[in-house]
T-cell receptor, first 116, second 114 residues
Framework: DGGITQSPKYLFRKEGQNVTLSCEQNLNHDAMYWYRQDPGQGLRLIYYSQIVNDFQKGDIAEGYSVSREKKESFPLTVTSAQKNPTAFYLC???????????????FGPGTRLTVL | AQSVTQPDIHITVSEGASLELRCNYSYGATPYLFWYVQSPGQGLQLLLKYFSGDTLVQGIKGFEAEFKRSQSSFNLRKPSVHWSDAAEYFCAVGAPFNDYKLSFGAGTTVTVRA
């Protein structure tokens, strides 16, 4: 089955620790995205990547880092510099390198991160 | 920059009744408009999208939405709701010349009562 997988589904972290969230897609999509979702708010863009070895900051990139070494993988690291990391994190992908909005963004099932 | 408002945080509707979810956007020209649905603890699924042309857009699961430029609105409708439609619904807007960025509303939670 083609799709986007995110792991783990639930993640707990102690304050001061970095943690990496996995996102893998087998849709052969060029563009990938990371969003953060908080209760009562819409999704906010953290980072996006239009092509391998290239990525751009979104609206709330501070305290996060990403890499795009392979087309199918776009891991997100939540660093200790992120002041309020507890949230639901969603990964998405779309087909074209331009990341054109006319291309549908397909979402993974999400990872819920809780900082203890 | 574009923005979107969903005025209703929570709507309760009876099964079989009609549903309308409101979405208002702010953008200087005609934006790209989207409706997504999210089941609890899951990712988002695209219901429908509007770029241009016919202002009444048909989507999956029996949903439709109408773009009204004069009201800066893109309301989502379904004539007869099923219990499986209970979910959170997000309206999103994108600017045609800002390819990567979608701005999402805060969402409307729909509860379906028997």
């Amino acid at each position: 089955d083609g799709g986007i997988t995110q792991s783990p589904k639930y993640l707990f972290r102690k304050e001061g620790q970095n943690v990496t969230l996995s996102c893998e897609q087998n849709l052969n999509h060029d563009a990938m995205y990371w969003y953060r979702q908080d209760p009562g708010q819409g999704l906010r863009l953290i980072y996006y990547s239009q092509i391998v070895n290239d990525f751009q900051k979104g609206d709330i990139a501070e305290g996060y880092s990403v890499s795009r070494e392979k087309k199918e993988s776009f891991p997100l690291t939540v660093t200790s510099a992120q002041k309020n990391p507890t949230a639901f994190y969603l990964c998405a992908s779309s087909i074209a390198a331009t990341g054109a909005l006319t291309d549908t963004q397909y979402f993974g099932p999400g990872t819920r991160l809780t900082v203890l | 920059a574009q923005s979107v408002t969903q005025p209703d945080i929570h709507i309760t509707v009876s099964e079989g009744a009609s549903l309308e979810l409101r979405c208002n956007y702010s953008y200087g020209a005609t934006p790209y408009l989207f409706w997504y649905v999210q089941s609890p603890g899951q990712g988002l699924q695209l219901l429908l999208k509007y770029f241009s042309g016919d202002t009444l857009v048909q989507g999956i699961k029996g949903f439709e939405a109408e773009f009204k430029r004069s009201q800066s609105s893109f309301n989502l409708r379904k004539p007869s709701v099923h219990w499986s439609d209970a979910a959170e619904y997000f309206c999103a807007v994108g600017a045609p010349f800002n390819d990567y960025k979608l701005s999402f509303g805060a969402g409307t939670t729909v509860t379906v009562r028997a």
